[in-house]
């Protein structure tokens, strides 16, 4: 007779990861529930969301009649997520903390905890996601040692997981779930990845999971929540005072406290002026900002741009893109854009040898008009 098989389900205390906890128990899993505790703070209204949350996490696993457990990430959250996150917006770039969550925190943090420390078979999140695996084929899957060196033996025998869309496209999350490593998400199962969001709540309201059923979608920063972002920032960050100055006539509109709390894009909220104007370049040197007016402004258009080094999930860039150096495929900047065609083209970073699977990448949409670049900011 087959053994039980073990999943360990990170609980955030909302109403996704509680149903995904459900529906693991449905399937007759052993399930257990952990929380994460990753900021230690209140919020601006001097209240401790991370306790209020464990709390419901700890209802549901009750509810469930599962195990629960509780985490601190508080310090490896500072090092990995935050300073990466500060870093990136004193270099003008807006960074999404999400995504570096999922990497540093989620899918390896917790779970190397749930495989080494509670005997996981498999981990599982409340993500809206797929991957190519069923359930038992996570089952079968085990660690296997790297070769090093940037591209494995071609020789080597291994069907890598790809990373799938939900079947709810409006709560797909695979944006930010797209720098997990391929060992991670082999050993993760994802039950809401076939589901709704109101199928969810469906779910929920059926089985006595009403407190979080009631509770409003998380907003705002992985484990920070929803803040003043300026304000927030600036608690970090030393402000750096310079001018908002229109692209067309190089006239200064207004002053703002500091240039890098703006992404390009973005609609910049300037005093004294009624209509809208929205950000097309910074200058890091001088500290001013420029802006154009309206949404439709050519100079907030692009049909090129770069990247650094590309992660691929399967571990290696494609085979076309190492034979052509150019790949046709989709594109997003951020979450719910829709897809946009595009062509990847390896490059070279000055000083370095070249590589296909990273340095100077363009994208570029082959057909139709150029892109809107920006629009708000990551995570919303």
């Not at 943090?109 to 999140?125: E, K």
């Not at 109101?198 to 992985?222: D, P, T, W, Y």
């Not at 304000?231 to 240039?259: A, C, M």
């Not at 703006?262 to 005093?271: D, K, M």
Request: positive net charge; hydrophobic residues 35%.
């Amino acid at each position: 007779m087959q053994a039980v098989r073990h999943v360990v389900c990170a609980l955030s205390g909302g109403v996704d990861s509680a149903v995904a906890a459900l529906l693991l128990r449905r399937r007759g899993y052993q399930v257990t529930g952990v929380f994460m505790k990753n900021w230690d703070s209140l919020d601006e209204r001097g209240v401790c969301t991370a306790d209020k949350d464990c709390e419901d996490a700890y209802r549901v696993c009750q509810i469930l009649d599962i195990p629960f457990h509780q985490v601190s990430y508080i310090k490896e959250y500072w090092n990995d997520v935050f300073s990466d996150f500060l870093n990136e917006y004193e270099k003008g770039r807006t960074p999404n903390p999400d995504i570096v969550c999922n990497k540093h925190i989620k899918f390896s943090c917790f779970f190397h905890y749930a495989v080494d420390n509670l005997g996981a078979d498999a981990i599982a999140t409340g993500h809206y996601a797929r991957t190519s695996l069923e359930d038992e084929e996570v089952f079968q899957q085990k660690h296997i040692k790297r070769p090093e060196g940037l591209f494995r033996n071609r020789f080597e025998v291994r069907n890598a997981v790809k990373l799938l869309q939900a079947a709810d496209s409006f709560k797909d999350q695979t944006f930010f779930l797209s720098q997990v490593s391929q060992d991670a998400l082999r050993r993760t199962i994802f039950p809401l990845g076939g589901l709704t969001k109101e199928f969810v709540k469906k779910i929920a309201a059926e089985n006595r999971l009403h407190h979080v059923l009631q509770k409003k979608e998380s907003m705002g920063m992985c484990f920070i929540g929803k803040r003043n972002f300026e304000h927030f920032l600036l608690q970090y960050l030393q402000p750096r005072p310079g001018h908002f100055i229109s692209i067309e006539d190089n006239k200064v509109l207004g002053t703002h406290k500091g240039w890098f709390l703006y992404t390009l894009g973005q609609r910049a909220n300037i005093g004294g002026l009624r209509e809208p104007w929205y950000v097309v370049e910074k200058d890091g040197v001088k500290g001013n900002v420029f802006v154009a007016p309206r949404r439709d402004h050519p100079a907030l258009y692009r049909d090129l741009l770069r990247t650094s080094r590309v992660h691929w999930i399967t571990e290696e860039p494609p085979a076309a893109l190492v034979r052509d150096k150019m790949m046709e495929c989709h594109f997003r900047f951020r979450h719910q854009m829709a897809l946009v065609c595009c062509v990847l083209q390896g490059g070279r970073v000055p000083g370095q040898r070249e590589d296909p699977a990273a340095g100077a990448v363009r994208l570029h949409t082959p057909e139709g008009p150029a892109q809107r670049w920006g629009g708000h900011r990551e995570p919303q």
